[in-house]
């Protein structure tokens, strides 16, 4: 009876845990060891010759791998960086109870709800270099066309994904800031702190914990990105917004090298892997820091 | 070092008006005390003296000269808040000393007045702790020191104690009224509880519904309560009322009510128009004293009720007649529940209010 009670809980959440287990586990050990054959699409894993580490050793020195891991850390980089420094601009600016604020709040969270192959075809045509709207504009004012998605591309590239996804940042932030004490900024003010004071020293230090787990989200998220860029520009023009998203896809489907595809998923996989532990390593350590200062408290009545 | 006066003040949040001209002066280095039940106004009129709140209309001066459309810190004053408002994420020594920073002061002098003010409210050993690892006490240590190193002339306080357990209240009170002997500043203190009122005023502000209804010392207050409201707020246990009619009987005044007849003092008899008759009588649990003996006409003969044992005193709730009335007397007065007995009235602890405006007669 006792035994019985102790195991109901295991036994309902059984079928759950194995069917996430199939679902999660099964692909990604699929993945990992189809990454150690030399396996083509038109052979079952069964019959792909295994090659040990060869195909981590090969992409480790290829120099196209390696500039695709390039583009997509510059790519990453870039992109959260802008995002955080506008969608906490913005939200800093935003924080404010004047008419009409809701609605303009909701008409910048809308980007972030649109199709990334929508937005991807949306940028596509505005950088048209004759007929898109950058262009026929900067021509109607008299300036030179820009070569947007060709000698540009990686820029253009960034500057759609800061469009789509500072919204992200700006809501968060906004949150964050709503829910700072409000007499602590108050204090602030009669010590005799301006606005920008406040904001230095008050909200964003405030606001820090909060920033960091959205900057690392957005940043494994921004290693992920395909559709938006497939859309543009393909990885082109030469390689130069190939993001390793998009050469595994290539990989697998134009160079037919399926042990390869997986080999650099894996390596993808190990970064984000680390990216979440760190993200991980940071909320634990907070929480940690909150519980020592509570102890600290009690222990002296 | 400062004297403020704020003139005809107004607060309205939309259409609801919340303070109605308040109109008060404060000396140079008095600490004075708004007291008054929760929501009638206190925090906002100091909120708008600090800063917080905007000015409806009327003005806030200080020395002479309007300060309503100045920002908060350009009026030269500190204040401490309810939930102490301390910075999270800044140590002890680095929240006293923001202000300083802020005025870019030398480093050397920043670090002498925080170790000074550290000294005062006695946080020396804490001064690299953040305020999470505080008790609440000891943040409340900080949200002082804060202030008092800001030198400012006006220091304003919004319920400083309320989040402080009874023993620590009283202790924390009676610091206070110790470093008001010390530090010569012009202080403003909201409180709701009226023995912080009472004990730490030089004058008692008391508010209700957004009016101020009285103003003076605690004395002045406490003996003389300008009409019911004030006079049944202070005092604790609270003030008896019975509601009685003047009978005028050859030349001596009484009150009677349903089940007492008492002799009005001559002296205030004097003051009294001819044409009141319905009054409020109000006594003071303090102003009766058990005696047995008494005259009729100077005594309240009380049913005891329930007794109230806090020590060297007891509290009695007692009926007269219909109405309740408390009585405060020494524990070791022999007394029986459900006995009736005669208490006598000193005669100038008998206070009468005009029954329609409540007004002190
Ligand atoms: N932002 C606001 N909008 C509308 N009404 C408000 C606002 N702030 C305060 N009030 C009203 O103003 C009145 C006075 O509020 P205030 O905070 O000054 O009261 P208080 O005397 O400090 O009370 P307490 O002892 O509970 O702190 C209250 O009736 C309150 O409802
Ligand atoms: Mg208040």
Redesign the pocket.
């Known amino acids: 009876m006792n035994t019985a009670n102790r195991l109901a809980p295991y036994m309902f959440m059984a079928p759950a845990a194995v069917i996430m287990g199939l679902c999660l586990l099964y692909p990604l050990g699929y993945m990992i060891y189809g990454s150690f054959l030399d396996w083509n699409p038109s052979q079952s894993i069964g019959e792909a010759d295994f090659v040990g580490f060869k195909n981590y050793i090969n992409l480790f020195f290829d120099p196209a791998f390696r500039e695709s891991l390039g583009v997509t850390l510059t790519f990453a980089v870039s992109v959260v960086i802008a995002e955080l420094v506008i969608g906490v601009g913005l939200a800093l600016l935003l924080d404010r109870n004047i008419r009409g604020m809701s609605l303009l709040r909701t008409l910048f969270i809308l980007p972030m709800m649109i199709a990334p192959v929508v937005v991807g075809l949306m940028w596509r045509y505005m950088y048209h270099p004759t007929v898109g709207t950058f262009n026929r504009f900067l021509k109607s004012i008299g300036l030179e066309g820009v070569d947007w998605l060709g000698q540009n591309a990686l820029l253009s590239v960034i500057i759609a994904d800061i469009w789509q996804w500072t919204p992200f940042i700006f809501i968060l932030s906004l949150a964050a800031l709503q829910s700072l004490p409000r007499s602590a900024l108050e204090a602030a003010r009669i010590d005799g702190a301006t606005n920008w004071q406040q904001i230095v020293y008050i909200k964003i230090p405030l606001m820090m914990p909060v920033l960091i787990v959205t900057a690392l989200l957005r940043l494994i998220d921004a290693f992920k990105v395909l559709e938006v860029i497939l859309v543009m520009t393909e990885g082109g023009p030469g390689l130069s917004t190939e993001i390793v998203a998009l050469r595994i896809s290539r990989t697998a489907t134009e160079f037919r090298e399926l042990g390869t595809a997986a080999a650099m998923s894996n390596y993808l996989l190990i970064l984000l892997l680390l990216l979440t532990v760190a993200m991980f390593a940071f909320t634990r350590f907070q929480d940690a820091r909150a519980a020592r200062l509570a102890r600290q408290v009690q222990e002296e009545g | 070092m400062a004297e403020i006066r704020l003139e005809k003040l107004v607060?309205r949040?939309?259409s609801?008006e919340?303070l109605h001209g308040i109109e008060l002066e404060m000396a140079d280095n008095e600490f004075t005390v708004l007291v008054?039940?929760?929501?009638?106004?206190?925090?906002?009129?100091l909120?708008m003296i600090a800063g917080l709140e905007s000015v409806s209309s009327g003005e806030i001066y200080v020395d002479g000269r309007p300060i309503s459309h100045l920002d908060p810190k350009d009026r030269g004053l500190a204040m401490v808040f309810q939930d102490y408002a301390l910075y999270p994420h800044m140590d002890v020594a680095g929240n006293i000393s923001f202000a300083l920073r802020l005025q870019k002061r030398p480093k050397p002098e920043i670090q002498a007045k925080v170790k000074e003010v550290a000294e005062v409210v006695g946080l020396t050993d804490f001064l690299h702790r953040k305020p999470a690892a505080l008790s609440g006490g000891q943040r409340q240590r900080v949200a002082m020191a804060r202030a008092l190193a800001k030198d400012s002339g006006i220091f304003l306080f919004?319920?400083p104690l309320s989040n402080l357990d009874a023993k620590l209240r009283g202790q924390m009170r009676a610091e206070l009224a110790v470093m008001r002997q010390t530090v010569q500043k012009n202080m403003i203190y909201?409180t709701?509880d009226q023995i912080e009122a009472m004990t730490l005023a030089d004058r008692i502000v008391v508010?209700h519904g957004?009016y101020i209804q009285q103003q003076g010392s605690p004395e002045e207050l406490f003996k003389r309560p300008a009409n019911k409201f004030v006079a049944g707020f202070l005092g604790s246990p609270p003030m008896n009322f019975l509601e009685a009619e003047l009978v005028r009987d050859a030349d001596r005044t009484f009150v009677q009510g349903a089940s007492f007849k008492l002799e009005v003092p001559e002296d205030k008899a004097a003051t009294l128009a001819a044409t009141t008759r319905q009054v409020i009588v109000g006594i003071r649990p303090s102003d009766l004293n058990f005696s047995a003996d008494a005259e009729d006409q100077v005594a309240l003969d009380l049913k005891v009720r329930v007794s109230e044992y806090i020590g060297a005193q007891s509290v009695l709730l007692c009926a007269c007649g219909q109405d309740d009335v408390t009585v405060e007397l020494k524990s070791e007065t022999p007394i029986a529940l459900g006995e009736t007995l005669r208490f006598a009235v000193r005669p100038e602890g008998i206070h009468l209010f005009d029954r329609s405006t409540e007004r002190a007669l």
């Open positions: 607060k949040y939309g609801v919340v008054g039940p929760s929501g009638c106004g206190k925090s906002t009129t909120r919004d319920e909201v709701h508010m957004g």
